[in-house]
Structure formats: C-alpha cells, structure tokens
C-alpha cells in the first residue's frame, strides 16, 4: 500500500469543545506521523478556496463561517491544522474521522462521538480530513508552506521575493 499524506483540522467546534487532545488520541490509533502542524485564524478567502467545490451548496455562506469560528468568536476562532503521513493514511484517517453527516458516523468515531447538526443545518463535525491523494495534495498546498512541513513530500522550487514585509520579533 502507497504512503499517502493528508490535511487533518480541529475546527472551530473542537477547539471550542476542547476536544483536541481527544481527537489526537483518537487520530493516533492509526500510527501515523505528524509531519506539519500549527494554529490558525482561517480568512474568509482560504475558508472559501478550501471548500470551493461546495460553492453552490445552499449551506456554502454557513460553512465558511463555521470553518472561520464566526459563531463561536475569540478565543475559539482558529483551527489546527496538520500534515499526516503513513501507509494508507488517507483511508485510515478517513475511518477514524466518521461520515460527514455526524448523525450518521459510527458512534465511536471523533465525528459520531463529538458530532452534531445545528439548529441551522450545519454539519458540525469537528473535524476535516482530506478525501483522496490530489485533494489532500491540493488542501496541503493551499493551508502549508513548504518549510512548515517536515519533510519534502511534493516538488518544490526557489523563489526570490524581494521587498516581502513579514512580521518579525521586536
Ligand atoms: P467531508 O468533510 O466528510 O469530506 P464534504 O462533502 O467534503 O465532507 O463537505 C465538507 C464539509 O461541509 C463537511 O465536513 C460538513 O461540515 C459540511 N457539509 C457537507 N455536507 C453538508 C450538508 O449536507 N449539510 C450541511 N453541511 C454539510
Ligand atoms: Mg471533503
């Protein structure tokens, strides 16, 4: 079987709920390995890319926001993001994660165990997990950095930014 990598996130709900040492554990039980992790507030423009095959759900604007934590506000606005890697991990992962519709999960699964739909229609489901190889490529591209991953798991290429104006410590 193909080593595989993919995008796993804690959304907004399972930062809210407090769920992330849970869901790690949870994750871990498929022995993969971390290779890229970090905290962000999601803007309105990568919450929109990410899920740009949904564009035309009619719960599209209510998912952008919950991806953003708009409902839930500081300081439980953020997501965490990782890169796993190992064999099969995409299935794994995926089987650990549960169904999309929490109601429907396997109960013991992160999303039938932590899961749940809002009054709204929301599929609150604590977690994201890329669906198949260019997907996770795809989402791993748009949410990471070459150098906030570990290890080179696609091409990469040398660029020269000049005049970049970046956040530094004072
Ligand atoms: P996935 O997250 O299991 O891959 P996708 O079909 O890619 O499922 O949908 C992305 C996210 O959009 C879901 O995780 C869920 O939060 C939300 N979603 C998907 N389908 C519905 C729906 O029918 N109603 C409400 N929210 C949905
Ligand atoms: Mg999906």
Redesign the pocket.
């Known amino acids: 079987m193909a080593i595989e990598q993919l995008l796993i996130l804690i959304?907004p709900d399972g930062v809210k709920k407090s769920l992330t040492g849970n869901i790690l554990t949870k994750l871990s039980e498929a022995r993969m390995v971390i290779i890229g992790s970090k905290t962000l507030k999601v803007s309105r423009e990568l919450a929109q890319t990410h899920?740009y095959?949904?564009k035309d759900?009619p719960?599209f604007g209510?998912?952008v926001d919950?991806?953003q934590g708009k409902i839930y506000g500081e300081p439980y606005d953020r997501v965490l993001a990782f890169v796993y890697q190992g064999e099969d991990a995409i299935a794994r992962m995926?089987k650990i994660?549960g169904?999309?519709?929490p109601e429907e999960a396997d109960p013991v699964s992160i999303?039938g165990a932590y899961g749940r739909?809002t009054t709204k229609?929301?599929?609150?489901?604590v977690?994201?997990?890329?669906?198949d190889p260019s997907e996770a490529e795809r989402e791993i591209k748009l949410w990471f950095n070459p150098e906030e991953i570990v290890k080179q798991i696609y091409p990469t290429k040398k660029v020269v930014i000049e005049k970049e104006e970046k956040e530094d410590w004072a």
């Open positions: 959304k899920y095959q949904l759900k719960f209510e998912l919950y991806i995926r994660a169904a999309t519709n999303r739909i229609g929301v599929y609150e489901n977690v994201h997990c890329s669906s």
